[in-house]
């Protein structure tokens, strides 16, 4: 007893001595770097003798060891100028983790990167034989910058709602880890800084593009998911804009050969969508929202939805090797993911049962790389093998027709003249007559 009283009382004036004589403001930066550790309690990385230390009034400290007693001194006898940079220096670090981790859980970033990837594949799809590194780096960065201003912006509008669902109760809004306003500016800042990066690098369409996909995500979807059930396909239009937003920076425009892979991931979205609302129907019902598996207690028809249209993901293949925009391996490849994830589809309408569904959810996830990496790996660029592999069909949609004429019965009609390679005795040539859309084609051979 009394060699621990004699402990203690050695040790507080041994603390008040330090702390008046030594350096006054010591103490303080020692309390406020404690408002970044729970309770009051500083961090547990430090040394337990800075623990001690540091401790907090709000948590009583253990009596001091006659050796931490001889650390303190240590301590206190250092540089009066080291200890606030030191302290100063440890609160920037935990700030900037602090925030570093909001802004990453507000932007949903393994989200945004799967947008980015999308938008990167429709890219190099549009870029012909040559790939610009530059502008694609810029059109990925723009990409992810406005898919985080909308992931943020749906987090604010959904707050409430968040809070309701086990999943994202603790997301930072909800929890209370930062403030609206403060993820307002940031949404807000980052939206403007990647619709200006695509205006800047890339062009007027794709920053287009990706300005308009925010408000439809922000402004149209998120509200949506509480008034109405067709939320699901809205959100599928969304999802199906940044590769055609890639495509459009690669070329400066849109064309029919860009929209097969805006056209995998509107068809693909629905089953996962689909898997993912009948596996967390509590859920979505505890938070407020209007999913189209709630109003389907069997499941039958959440099942029917994502089987077709896991099967209007078939022709796709085939219709990316007519275009010419892959090679005809791309369609074996294709054909067998789309029978595999339609084979799990038919399984979760025949037997609807969580696994089934946790099985569809994830042949969905497997689908949309090996889709993406495949056409890729066998994609046709703007060289003349293309005319090779395809001898009897147009592989090709020039970006600009490479010749214009006008009729002489209407002036209002225009010809637009493709090359292609026609069937023996015929000469290469197609022509295309539209009025008053030149863009679309409608090819035919003509005999010369």
Known sequence: MWRNSATVSFSSKLLSYSSSSANPNYFHYASAFSIFSPNGVVDQTLSPSHQRFYCSSAVPSPSPSSGSVIKLGFLANKSDAFRPLSLKARDAVQLARHYGRCYWELSKARLSMLVVATSGTGYVLGSGNAVDLAGLCYTCAGTMLVAASANSLNQVFEINNDAKMKRTRLRPLPSGRIAIPHAVTWASSVGFAGTALLACKAN??????????????AFVYTPLKQIHPVNTWVGAVVGAIPPLLGWAAASGQISLNGLILPAALYFWQIPHFMALAYLCRDDYAAGGYRMFSLADASGRRTAAVAFRNC??????????????????????????????????????YRDRTTQKARRMFYASLLYLPVFMSGLLFHRLSDNPQCL????????????????????????QKKKVRYVTAGPQGRAPVAYASIAPFPFLPVPSYVDQ
């Open 388 to 411: 090779a592999e395809n001898p009897n069909r147009i592989v090709e949609l020039p970006s600009f027709p490479q010749a214009v004429t006008e009729s002489e019965e209407d002036d």
């Open 311 to 348: 099967l209007y993901l078939i022709p796709l293949g085939f219709i990316a090797y007519d275009w010419g925009v892959a090679s005809g391996w791309f369609c074996v490849e294709s054909s067998v993911i789309t029978l595999a994830i339609s084979a799990a589809a038919f399984s979760f």
């Open 204 to 217: 007027m369409l794709a920053a287009g593009l990706a300005a308009s996909n925010l408000v439809l995500y």
